[in-house]
């Protein structure tokens, strides 16, 4: 099935074709119990581990986690994200979890950014346990000190959405599809410089379709290229990374990967980190990636989109509740971005005025778990200014979100339960061109899925509640996850916001609610490489919103992804 939907596009059909023909070579019967090596980050002795498992192998739901501590399928200890079941680097009690602490984004088999995976264990041949490993690990001297890793991915996405962002965009009984291919070569000159390049295509189709821009059909591009200078620097593990890269070292909620479209969002410049056993800092300067060219290799860089900042963790000493060991982190951070896309506008009752938006976001998000609870508290302050487009006049933005989830998990029992509850608060502002702008924006697509699953709904003037309940049966290969989010506006008097804008409505609007959007996602792991995520919601709008010409709809999107 997925070969002939690659193949409609011959240029397409390279990549995809030879990756989607190794997936029934590439089943794995399971993870072998490899002798670990000492982390270079040498941590300070602990009385025992975070958490206790029944077996050193890593659940095979978590060999692609996504973002967020809170909620992953099942709970594995630090040496379980380690080869061989797991390819986090050697970041000590960073890798606890989905490895997100270290800054690099999740990481279990595969990482949500291929360079962040280490398969270096693989020098030993010896080790190989999976068709691919030969591709993991290519040595290219005598010596096995220089060697080339090679990683790649497949996705075909395809989606129905009965009234596309509430009926107000788009078109209504929409299937649309979407396939994307990605190849990465990471070279490694021995331990201290690396160079990492990926290549990515993508296209779209389907019927009553809409949307399709630069970032769902994109002929064969450099996605990411940069290199990588690192080595231990006053005790800490040092790097400084320049070129194109993804950026994941932000809350998900406010920053991630672009994961809807078939393009994913990168970053051009510079970054440095260092980490040491209970610290790490990161400080970046950034101009995003422009992907509007449709010709092949004219990726360019767009100056006037900017993310720079800094951001501080911090491993919380342990301390005890209720007679539970609490282990957690602390993030610190300040991140400032200047853009000009569709959440750059100010509504007013007679139109919409855009304009260039530059916002400083100073906050903190602390999570963690005990034996029994895990959970994630964030809080930010984002200020700095609107410049109306075509004038001098500029108003200030003064706005703040708050972000927190809390649940129970019963990690004993073979269905490993989670049920929790998730409460997100983001200010919003007054309709008019006066004053402080008082609406929170999250310009750089923060995780599809921690908010709403159909995107009709922006993380702007807004207050979100919703219970969460997951459960991961038998040895993990399959997760369902279930949540209900009831929403209503922060002001009354501000727009609803959408992700690329805010609405306008045929009457209008009074109240707050805005409707409640249950939701469910399941994810297989079929083997190591294969997996397949459903995804349904209702979007049930108020009664008020009704009125007012909003719509009610469902939503589907299936996703079958090949990664090696």
Do not use: C
Request: no cysteine; aromatic share 14%; net charge positive.
């Amino acid at each position: 099935m997925l070969l002939s939907v690659v193949s409609f596009r011959h240029e397409r059909s390279l990549i995809a074709g030879v990756l989607l023909l190794m997936v029934n070579l590439g089943h794995h019967a399971g993870a072998q119990t490899v002798p670990l090596k000492a982390s270079p980050i040498e941590s300070p002795p602990t009385e025992e581990e975070w958490i206790k498992v029944p077996s050193t192998e890593r659940p095979i739901i978590q060999d692609y986690p996504h973002a967020g501590v809170v909620g992953q399928p099942r709970r594995i200890t630090a040496k379980q994200n380690r080869a061989p079941n797991g390819h986090q680097g050697p970041w000590g009690d960073f890798n606890y979890g989905n490895g997100e602490a270290a800054g690099f984004g999740p990481v279990g088999r595969y990482g949500a950014a291929a360079w962040a995976e280490d398969w270096s264990y693989l020098r030993d041949k010896r080790k190989r346990t999976d068709f691919f490993d030969p591709l993991k690990f290519i040595a290219l001297n005598n010596s096995r000190t220089i060697w080339l890793t090679l990683s790649g991915e497949s996705r075909l996405r395809n989606w129905y959405e009965e009234a596309p962002f509430l009926g107000r965009s788009g078109k209504a009984q929409s299937g649309r599809f979407g396939i994307r291919n990605l190849i990465g070569a990471d070279l490694h000159l021995g331990e201290h410089v690396r160079f990492f390049g990926q290549l990515i295509n993508a296209d779209a189709g389907g019927w009553k379709g809409f949307g399709y821009g630069s970032t769902y059909r994109k002929r064969l591009d450099l996605q990411q290229g940069f290199v990588e200078l690192k080595g231990k620097v006053a005790g800490a593990q040092t790097g400084f990374m320049f070129g194109r890269q993804q950026f994941l070292d932000a809350p998900s909620y406010m920053l991630y990967n672009r994961e809807t479209p078939n393009v994913p969002l990168s970053w051009n410049g510079g970054r440095f980190y260092a980490l040491w056993p209970r610290i790490r800092v990161d400080a970046y300067d950034f101009v995003q990636t422009k992907t509007d060219s449709p010709l092949m290799f004219h990726n360019t860089e767009d100056y006037g989109t900017r993310l720079y900042g800094g951001n501080t963790t911090m491993i919380v000493p342990a301390f005890s509740v209720g007679g539970e060991r609490v282990h957690s982190f602390l993030d610190l951070f300040y991140i400032r971005y200047r853009y000009s896309s569709g959440l750059s506008a100010v509504p007013t009752a007679a139109r919409v005025l855009k304009g260039t938006s530059s916002r400083g976001n100073l906050g903190f998000r602390w999570y963690g778990t005990s034996a029994s609870v895990e959970y994630s508290v964030g809080a930010l302050y984002q200020n700095g200014t609107f410049q109306y487009a075509g004038t001098e006049r500029k108003s200030s933005v003064r706005a703040w979100a708050v972000n927190t989830i809390i649940g129970y998990r019963h990690t004993p029992s073979p269905l490993h339960p989670f049920l929790g509850v998730q409460a997100d608060i983001y200010s919003g502002g007054s309709d008019g061109q006066n004053g402080t702008v008082r609406t929170y924006m999250a310009p750089f697509n923060p995780q599809t899925n921690y908010l709403d699953t159909t995107t009709y709904i922006s993380p702007s003037n807004l207050v979100s509640l919703s219970p969460v309940i997951s459960i991961t049966p038998w040895k993990g290969f399959a997760s369902l996850r279930l949540k209900a989010p009831f929403m209503w506006r922060e002001n009354a008097n501000g727009a609803i916001w959408s992700s690329s804008g805010p609405y306008t409505f045929a009457h209008a609007y009074r109240g707050g609610y805005v409707g409640v959007v249950p939701q469910a996602s399941l994810t297989l792991q079929i083997n190591h490489h294969l997996t397949w995520q459903i995804y349904g919601a209702r979007f049930m709008a108020s009664q008020s919103l009704r009125k007012a010409g909003a719509q009610s709809g469902s939503y589907a999107q299936s996703n079958v992804t090949f990664r090696f």
